[in-house]
Nanobody, 125 residues
Framework: QVHLVESGGGLVQAGGSLRLSCAASGGTFSRYTMGWFRQAPGKEREFVAVISWSGGTTYYADSVKGRFTFSRDNAKNTVYLQMNTLKTEDTAVYYC??????????????????WGQGTQVTVSS
């Protein structure tokens, strides 16, 4: 059983930056592909980014490509999502998730075995 805890959300003005963290416990963290997802009010949850177990491969949704950077530190059992040039449309609850079966981009939500509780990101205009 892997327990995921996100942190780092908050209120920021458009154009600003935030760094989200997701700390894992209870499993062999380096075996998991990790993903970030988000859900805005009234909308379906959507994929944001994914990172391979080694950190060597990342994929991003087109909406965040070039602005967000996904990284991981397996020694600290933590992944990070650096979000720059934030836009009001980035406002959402952000969730990290862990998957043993997903190898990269395109995995359905069902491929993720564990989910965090989410952290709110609000971008004001």
């Amino acid at each position: 059983q892997v327990h995921l805890v996100e942190s780092g959300g908050g209120l920021v003005q458009a154009g600003g930056s935030l760094r989200l963290s997701c700390a894992a416990s209870g499993g062999t963290f380096s075996r998991y592909t990790m993903g970030w997802f988000r859900q805005a009010p009234g909308k379906e949850r959507e994929f944001v980014a994914v990172i391979s177990w080694s950190g060597g491969t990342t994929y991003y949704a087109d909406s965040v490509k070039g602005r967000f950077t996904f990284s991981r530190d397996n020694a600290k059992n933590t992944v990070y999502l650096q979000m720059n040039t934030l836009k009001t449309e980035d406002t959402a609850v952000y969730y990290c998730a862990a998957s043993q079966s997903c190898s990269g981009y395109g995995c359905p939500d069902e491929a993720y075995d564990y989910w965090g509780q989410g952290t709110q990101v609000t971008v004001s205009s």
